[in-house]
């Protein structure tokens, strides 16, 4: 039978996969990341089972083109995302390392 605890795992690892892979090549600017940050965790957190998520675009790694603009690539994103099931919470994350942008379970935890 599967756990609570997976579950929740199962979840993160959900959440984060679809952040990744939709909001890739996402046209944006330094002045317009705090709006893209925001958004992009008001979207995920409307999702069931997630209780927390923070998104964070590392600007030291935005590439700007020649028309002022960058595109958002695996390694500027920094996200941390917790889900609950019954009680059960995962802590998950997203981070460039590496040289590549990897999804990880930070810790999982039961209460009560």
């Given at each position: 039978m599967i756990q609570d605890r997976e579950k929740?795992?199962?979840e993160a690892g959900i959440k984060l996969g679809a952040l990744y892979h939709q909001w890739i090549g996402t046209p944006f600017s330094n002045d317009?990341?705090?709006?893209?940050e925001k958004v992009i965790e008001g979207s995920v957190s409307l999702q069931p089972f997630v209780k927390d998520i923070?998104?964070?675009l590392v600007r030291e790694r935005v590439r700007e083109n020649p028309y002022g603009y960058?595109?958002?690539?695996?390694?500027?994103?920094?996200?941390?995302?917790?889900?609950?099931?019954?009680?059960?919470?995962?802590?998950?994350?997203?981070?460039?390392?590496?040289?590549?942008?990897?999804?990880?379970?930070?810790?999982?935890?039961?209460?009560g």
């Open positions: 929740a795992a199962f317009l990341a705090p709006t893209i923070k998104v964070s960058s595109e958002l690539t695996g390694d500027v994103l920094d996200v941390h995302v917790v889900t609950e099931v019954n009680g059960a919470t995962c802590h998950a994350a997203l981070s460039f390392e590496h040289g590549y942008p990897l999804m990880k379970l930070v810790a999982i935890e039961n209460q």
